[in-house]
């Protein structure tokens, strides 16, 4: 065989190689593209929550961090700004990128969109198709005029509702269904309706709940202290709601009599209620029993002093508390007058005190931080102070001298270490 017919078999054996290499490396592209696709289609499609003004238009807004970074770069290194805008780098974060939510059930989710849409236009929202509902989310516009209409339209219904629930009218009690109602309590739902005998059964085991009169023809709010006796109010004494012990002697139960202690104010977020501390006597030994500081611990109370003659339901604090974690400007003043309107609207009487609720809500609060130190919890953090601050006192340097130099008594401290300037 030549030189010229070995070089021209050489050749074809080679292109023929190097056309099995290119058609593996199709096939490879093919098989890549095809696992791409069918992976896309079974991945959830991804939802970007966008923020919108009250009459839909979009809000083009960057992070804090961004706006921060923004003001501090200086004006050597603009030029490299405009080259990063002109080639973005593909990895970096863009600071306008909108938050995406690709939720791992995207039927459950499209439900939740389709409730939460409901409950904001009020017209029961119904979509045949996922598209249809995410459709309508993008109209915020139409949604809130659709619920404007709405409740407008209902307006009149609600009214009448409103005023027949407090039509008085001739009612049995629910409790014994044979006698007149004359008492409604709004805390004893399903069932509110009670006649006089009743309501002394109930609520001389709950003295706390809100009760109105039906004796005069229309509705009128009964403090904790007054009862229905033979279609006129009378006052009795009810006790503050704390355990008592089964037995306080050596004496038979039979002997224990049950009777009014000192007054005491309870302070609950319903507001003041004039109460009286029980009090358990035995007739046979004399023995008397009466609950103090410990007792009302026990019960989820707080004094306002160890000699007691306001207390606290521990609630009052912790929900004082989270109202000045959410609004770290708000007043104690302004938390206590609301307490002081439910009052009023209750039918009860008194005010609170500032003075002693402050005094009495950082002690709660100090052994709160005792409690947690001793039980490894995760310390305080300050939600008015980081990471961005959110509560500043513009005169805080006129009260800090103000505090300084006052003729008055310097309190210590709760926490060791620490000094209080006002």
Not at 58 to 75: C, E, Y
Not at 178 to 184: M, P, S
Request: hydrophobic share 35%; with cysteine.
């Amino acid at each position: 065989m030549s030189d010229s017919e070995l070089q021209n078999l050489f050749s074809r054996v080679d292109n023929m190689a190097v056309q099995q290499e290119v058609n593996d490396v199709l096939q490879g592209v093919d098989d890549l593209i095809a696992v791409v696709q069918n992976e896309q289609a079974a991945a959830p499609p991804t939802m970007r929550w966008k923020k919108r003004t009250s009459d839909g238009n979009l809000i083009h807004a960057r992070p804090r961090s961004a706006r921060n970074q923004s003001n501090q770069v200086t004006a050597g290194n603009s030029s490299g700004l405009q080259q990063q805008k002109t080639h973005p780098n593909k990895n970096a974060p863009d600071s306008n990128s909108e938050v995406v939510f690709a939720p791992d059930n995207v039927d459950g989710f499209l439900r939740d969109l389709q409730q939460s849409l409901s409950d904001a236009t009020g017209d029961g929202v119904e979509s045949p198709t996922p598209q249809a509902s995410l459709s309508a989310s993008l109209n915020w516009s139409t949604r809130k005029s659709n619920s404007s209409e709405s409740w407008k339209a209902a307006r009149p219904r609600l009214v009448n509702t409103a005023l027949a629930r407090e039509n008085v009218g001739t009612r049995k009690c629910q409790q014994c269904w044979r006698n007149l109602a004359v008492v409604r309590c709004r805390d004893c739902l399903p069932r509110p309706l009670f006649c006089a005998e009743c309501d002394v059964v109930m609520h001389t085991r709950h003295p706390l709940h809100n009760r109105d009169a039906s004796t005069l023809g229309f509705f009128q709010p009964l403090p904790p202290t007054t009862t229905v006796q033979d279609m006129d109010l009378c006052q009795c004494v009810r006790y503050v709601p704390v355990e008592i012990p089964h037995q306080i002697c050596g004496c038979p139960t039979e002997a224990l009599r049950l009777k009014p202690g000192k007054a005491v104010a309870v302070i609950t977020m319903n507001g003041r209620h004039e109460l009286s501390m029980p009090e358990l006597a035995c007739e046979v030994c004399k023995a008397t029993w009466t609950a103090g500081v410990d007792g009302i611990l026990h019960s989820d109370y707080w004094p306002a002093t160890l000699n007691f003659a306001t207390i606290y339901e521990t609630d009052v604090f912790a929900s004082f508390e989270e109202m000045k974690m959410a609004a770290p400007g708000l007043s104690c003043q302004a938390f206590l007058k609301m307490l002081d309107r439910r009052t009023a609207r209750f039918g009860r009487t008194g005010k609170i005190s500032a003075d002693a609720f402050t005094k009495s809500f950082f002690e709660w609060e100090a052994v709160q931080y005792e409690m947690d130190n001793i039980c490894k919890e995760e310390p305080f953090t300050c939600p008015a102070c980081s990471p961005d601050m959110l509560a500043v006192s513009v005169d805080g340097n006129r009260k800090h001298y103000r505090f300084k130099n006052a003729s008055r008594a310097e309190e210590q401290a709760i926490f060791d270490g620490l000094h209080r300037e006002g």
